[in-house]
Nanobody
Framework: EVQLVESGGGSVQAGGSLRLSCAASGLNGDEYAIAWFRRAPGKEREGLLCITRSGGTTNYADAVKGRFTISSDNAKNMVYLQMNNLKPEDTAVYFC?????????????????????WGQGTQVTVSS
């Protein structure tokens, strides 16, 4: 079955960078989309970016545009989230999640309820 494991979180000062990793297993060659979500204390889960097996990417969060980039290495079954110029408001638990798809087109929206498989999350703390 599909399993996702996040890593790379930690504590950084504002303006710093982190690279999160999501290791996926059990994909079996099916079409899929993997997305990064985050949940800050007292806030709802927020969808950030998504990537398909073919490498197409979409950014759904204006707050991180120009700062966060999603990428993948299919040979290693890895998805990454490069986070630059981090701000205190980026402090949250970051999750990767997967949903299987019929085709390779970009998702029109990032709905957490549509992602069945989730990692355990990794904490990112940004100090001012």
């Amino acid at each position: 079955e599909v399993q996702l494991v996040e890593s790379g979180g930690g504590s950084v000062q504002a303006g710093g960078s982190l690279r999160l990793s999501c290791a996926a297993s059990g994909l079996n060659g099916d079409e899929y989309a993997i997305a990064w979500f985050r949940r800050a204390p007292g806030k709802e889960r927020e969808g950030l970016l998504c990537i398909t097996r073919s490498g197409g990417t979409t950014n759904y969060a204006d707050a991180v545009k120009g700062r966060f980039t999603i990428s993948s290495d299919n040979a290693k079954n890895m998805v990454y989230l490069q986070m630059n110029n981090l701000k205190p408001e980026d402090t949250a638990v970051y999750f990767c999640a997967l949903r299987f798809t019929i085709g390779t087109q970009a998702l029109p929206a990032l709905e957490s309820s549509e992602f069945y498989y989730w990692g355990q999350g990794t904490q990112v703390t940004v100090s001012s």
